[in-house]
């Protein structure tokens, strides 16, 4: 009897071991989980938290413009550049006498500048007021009588045998002013044949002017100048 009651208990002992540790547990049924209707809520996009692995993205306006980068600028060509540098002068050269005269223009064809209008304007210490040679002394002797017609009385009649040979002379004058007065007052009296000149000696003085020289020009005609006595070289406007 008493082993039997023995075997009973280690029978129920290895029983009850074997439903707590040996058997597969039971799969939890999800509909048998109760949902609590009141206590769910319906989250919004905006707070849902950026994940770490990637950052929120930035929103750009669709208005914003966009910038085009900056033209590089026209690279100026070196033919207008190099033209553009080069300038250019203009000048006047007044009171050249005739004798240096001759001697600068040699100089100038060899530095190759071009004088532009050279102009003499001549100068004496006596101006004449006379008639100019006639072809005889009886020619000469005639034009004589028709002064003394015309009331003229202050005249002579040249007879040295120069180049002057039976002109008539009528007054010599220490200015040119003074001789076309006189020459004025002949011509009142009817005398149309009387002109006025230089007396000799006559000396010339030129003028002239040199238009767009280079820099290398200007410099030779600065330099051609200052050998040249009395002379003025000065540097215009070329419009």
């Given amino acids: 009897m008493k082993k039997l009651f023995v075997f009973a208990l280690l029978a129920n002992l290895g ?18 989980t109760e949902l609590h209707a009141s206590q769910v809520r319906v ?5 849902i938290p950026a994940s770490k692995e990637e950052p929120a993205s930035v929103e750009v ?13 026209t690279p100026t060509s070196p033919v207008v550049a190099e033209t ?26 060899t530095a190759k500048i071009t004088p532009l209008r050279p102009v ?3 100068t004496a210490s006596k101006y004449w007021v006379y008639i100019p040679p006639q072809g005889s002394a009886e020619l000469a002797q005639k034009k004589a009588d028709q002064l003394k017609a015309f009331e003229v009385t202050d005249y002579f009649i040249i007879q040295d045998g120069s180049k ?13 002013e003074a001789a076309e007065k006189q020459l004025t ?23 002239m002017n040199f238009r767009k020289l280079d820099e290398a020009k200007s410099t ?20």
């Fill in 15 to 32: 029983l009850f071991g074997w439903y707590q540790f040996g058997r597969k547990p039971e799969a939890k049924n999800p509909t048998s």
């Fill in 43 to 47: 989250i919004a996009e905006s707070e």
């Fill in 61 to 73: 306006p669709a208005s914003a413009p966009i910038e085009q980068p900056a033209s590089a600028p």
């Fill in 84 to 109: 553009a540098s080069k300038e250019v002068a203009c000048f006047t050269l007044t009171n050249l006498n005739d004798p240096d005269w001759n001697a600068f223009r040699q100089n100038l064809r």
């Fill in 120 to 122: 003499a304007v001549e």
């Fill in 164 to 176: 002057w040979q039976n002109a008539i002379s009528l007054g010599i004058f220490s200015s040119k």
């Fill in 185 to 207: 007052s002949l011509q009142a009296q009817g005398v149309k044949s009387a002109i006025v000149r230089p007396r000799e000696p006559i000396s010339r003085v030129w003028s």
């Fill in 220 to 239: 030779q005609l600065r330099t051609l100048a200052k050998s040249l006595a009395g002379a003025s070289l000065s540097k215009v406007n070329c419009e």
